[in-house]
C-alpha cells in the first residue's frame, strides 16, 4: 500500500492505495450533460504512463518524427508537454488539500481539466492535482507527479490475484446501466443505455481488431460479441477478401483452434497485462478487453425471474427482474477509438488512416 504526500512539504494527501490498471474509459466523455459516477474505486490508484496535461501543444506545432518517438502515429488535436507518469485515484480519497476556484474550468456542471491544477496542499499551498467532475465526465483527482511523492506505508505488497482466483471472484461489468442527466425545468432524467464502460472497452478493442485484419474482413463469435463489434467492422472493412476470424479466449475458456487469427483476451485488473494464449493461437493477434467486460462476454450473466409470490426458492440469488435493452444499436465510443488508433504503428496504413480522417462520417451513420 502507498500514500501520496506532497512534494514541497511532504504533507499527506491521500488514504492508504494500491495500485490498478488505468481504465479504459479513463478519459471517455460521454453523451451531454450525462452524470458519470467515479471513475477509481476507493483504495486505488493507477498511473498514466504517458505525459498528460498542460502545457499543450497543436499538432502543427509537432515535428512527426518527435510525435512517433512519443508513440502517436498520426494526427491529433493537440500533445501534451506534461510529465509523464500521472495518477489518478477516486475524490474521496484526497485530503489535507483545499480547492483553488481561480484555476477550476468547466462550470457547465462541475469541475474539468481548466488550465493546470485546480487542488493544493492545504499545508503549503503547491498546486498538486486536478479535480475532475464536470458533467460527461468520469469524477476523479489526478495528481501531477512532478507535486506529489509517492510512499509505501505497508512492507507488505498487495497480492496479485491469479487468473483463477479472478475467475472465482468474479466480478463482471454489466452491458447496461441507468443512466441519469443533470436536471432540467423537468427534473433529473433517467434511461437505460449500453454502459460507457463497455463503449470505451469497445474503442480500444476495434481500433485492435481493424490493426489485425490486415484490411480483410473480420468474423468475430455470435452472440454478445457480434452485438459489440461485428456490424463496425463489416461497415469499415471490405467484404472481398477472405475474411480474418477473431475469437474470445482466456482463462477458463478452451484454447483456439489453429484457424484463429486474433484473440480477444483480457486485461488483468490490477497490473494491466495481457492475456497470453498458449497453444496453436500462441501467435495470434491480441486483442485486449477490460476483465470486467471480458468476463460478461465469456460467461454471460443469466437472467433469473422473480418468484410470484412466496419467499424466494431455492438456488435462487436474486428475484429482480432483467435489466431493459438499450433501445439503439451499441456504438464505440469514438474518443477512446481514436486515442487507441493513433498510438498503433499500423494507423499509417493509407486505408486504416481513412478510417480515422472519416470518423466524423462514421459517427453519423451511428457506428460512434
Known amino acids: 500500500m502507498f500514500v501520496f504526500v506532497c512534494a514541497g512539504c511532504g504533507a ?18 460521454y453523451g451531454n450533460g450525462v452524470q458519470l459516477p467515479v471513475l477509481m474505486e476507493s483504495g486505488t490508484f493507477a498511473v498514466e504512463p ?28 493537440a500533445v501534451s508537454g506534461g510529465p ?29 481539466w481548466g488550465d ?12 498538486v492535482a486536478s479535480r475532475i467532475d464536470d458533467c460527461s465526465l468520469w469524477q476523479a483527482v489526478w495528481l501531477a507527479p512532478d507535486a506529489v511523492h509517492r510512499l509505501q506505508v505497508d512492507e507488505t505488497d498487495t497480492a496479485i490475484l491469479s487468473w483463477a482466483q479472478l475467475l472465482v471472484e468474479g466480478k463482471v461489468t454489466p452491458p447496461s446501466v441507468p443512466l441519469t442527466r443533470w436536471g432540467s425545468l423537468l427534473g433529473l432524467s433517467h434511461w437505460w443505455s449500453w454502459n ?30 457480434a452485438e459489440v463489434f461485428q456490424r463496425a467492422l463489416d461497415a469499415l472493412l471490405p467484404a472481398v477478401q477472405q475474411a480474418r476470424r477473431a475469437v474470445l479466449t ?34 495470434a493477434y491480441p486483442v485486449p478487453l477490460p476483465f470486467g467486460v471480458w468476463m460478461w462476454m465469456a460467461f454471460p450473466q443469466p437472467h433469473l425471474h422473480s418468484p410470484a409470490s412466496g419467499t424466494m426458492p431455492d438456488g ?16 464505440t465510443d469514438p474518443g477512446t477509438f481514436q486515442h487507441t488508433l493513433v498510438r498503433l504503428p499500423a494507423v499509417r496504413r493509407p486505408w486504416l488512416r481513412e478510417i480515422l480522417e472519416n470518423l466524423t462520417d462514421h459517427m453519423r451513420a451511428g457506428l460512434f
Open 250 to 283: 482466456g482463462p477458463g475458456l478452451p484454447a483456439p483452434d489453429t484457424d484463429a487469427d486474433i484473440v480477444i483476451v483480457p486485461t488483468h485488473p490490477q497490473t494491466g497485462e495481457v492475456w497470453s494464449s498458449v497453444g496453436p493461437a500462441a501467435s
Open 50 to 77: 504517458e505525459s498528460w496535461g498542460h502545457p499543450w501543444r497543436r499538432w502543427e506545432e509537432i515535428d512527426p518524427d518527435e510525435a512517433a518517438a512519443r508513440g502517436i502515429y498520426a494526427p491529433v488535436y
Open 316 to 331: 435462487v440469488l436474486r428475484d429482480d427482474p432483467p435489466a431493459p435493452r438499450p433501445h439503439h444499436l451499441f456504438r
Open 196 to 225: 460507457p464502460q463497455w463503449e470505451a472497452a469497445a474503442g480500444r478493442a476495434l481500433a485492435h481488431l481493424l490493426a489485425a485484419s490486415d484490411g480483410r474482413p473480420v468474423t468475430v463469435p455470435h452472440g454478445l460479441v
Open 84 to 112: 509523464p507518469g500521472t495518477i489518478v485515484i477516486a475524490p474521496g480519497d484526497t485530503h489535507g488539500t483545499v480547492l483553488v476556484p481561480e484555476q477550476a474550468g468547466g462550470y457547465c456542471c462541475g469541475l474539468d
Open 116 to 127: 493546470g491544477p485546480n487542488m493544493a496542499c492545504e499545508a503549503c499551498g503547491l498546486p
Open 12 to 29: 499527506r494527501l491521500t488514504n492508504p492505495l494500491s495500485q490498478v490498471e488505468l481504465p479504459a474509459h479513463a478519459y471517455q466523455k
